[in-house]
């Protein structure tokens, strides 16, 4: 089904560690977004992209990095993962910067110990 | 700054029991209000996009109304399979900004 495909579904890292978390939509959408969620926090931005080749910071951008590798797929990293990075992460895309309705990935569950 | 806020935080209702959820937004002109179901582990699942006051859309048990400053997502003899949390969100008329989202409301609907 078409969509927005994230990878991996659940990871388990130690402080100081890397990671990059994977995002693939196949809707043809211009637009893609980093979230993270967490408990009485609701969804905030850390990334996003209008368009391929431009990113921009969000609401909570320290201590990750984005990278927009084409149309398709928009990758978030941590460089050092810390405890406070512990959240799920959902990865969004539209047609066009905040224009519709986001389509969602299933999210990604992080723990960093 | 803009802002979203929705209340209340939970709702316990039995099945049957219509009730309304309430977004309330804060932004430097409103270009939507969008409305989201997200399920337990799952991702937010879009369900409406209003854009200006008086707008209405609807779509089985859920009615979603707009005016200048709030929103209103109306359930009508709600059933255990509408149990969910639902998340407004708006997108401000500033150029180039992505949506911002409320806290959600975590509906609970009991036979």
């Known amino acids: 089904n078409a969509g927005v495909t994230q990878t991996p579904k659940f990871q388990v890292l130690k402080t100081g560690q890397s990671m990059t978390l994977q995002c693939a939509q196949d809707?043809?959408?211009?637009?893609m977004y980093w979230y993270r969620q967490d408990p009485g926090m609701g969804l905030r931005l850390i990334y996003y992209s209008a368009s391929e080749g431009t990113t921009d910071k969000g609401e909570v951008p320290n201590g990750y990095n984005v990278s927009r590798l084409n149309k398709r797929e928009f990758s978030l990293r941590l460089e050092s993962a810390a405890p406070s990075q512990t959240s799920v992460y959902f990865c969004a895309s539209s047609e066009a910067l905040g224009g519709g309705g986001y389509t969602f990935g299933s999210g990604t569950r992080l723990t960093v110990v | 700054e803009d802002q979203v806020t929705q209340s209340p935080e939970a709702l316990r209702l039995q099945e049957g029991e219509s009730s309304s959820l309430n977004c309330s937004y804060t932004v430097s002109g409103l270009r939507g209000l969008f409305w989201y179901r997200q399920d337990p582990g799952k991702g937010p699942e879009f369900l409406f996009t209003l854009y200006s006051a008086g707008e209405e859309k609807e779509k089985e048990r859920l009615k979603a109304t707009l005016t200048k400053k709030e929103s209103f997502l109306h359930i009508t003899a709600p059933k255990p399979e509408d149990s969910a949390t639902y998340l407004c969100?708006?997108?401000?008329?500033?150029?180039?900004?992505?949506?911002?989202f409320g806290k959600g409301t975590t509906l609970s609907v009991s036979s």
């Open positions: 809707m043809n959408h211009n637009s």
């Open positions: 969100a708006v997108q401000a008329e500033q150029a180039g900004t992505a949506l911002i």
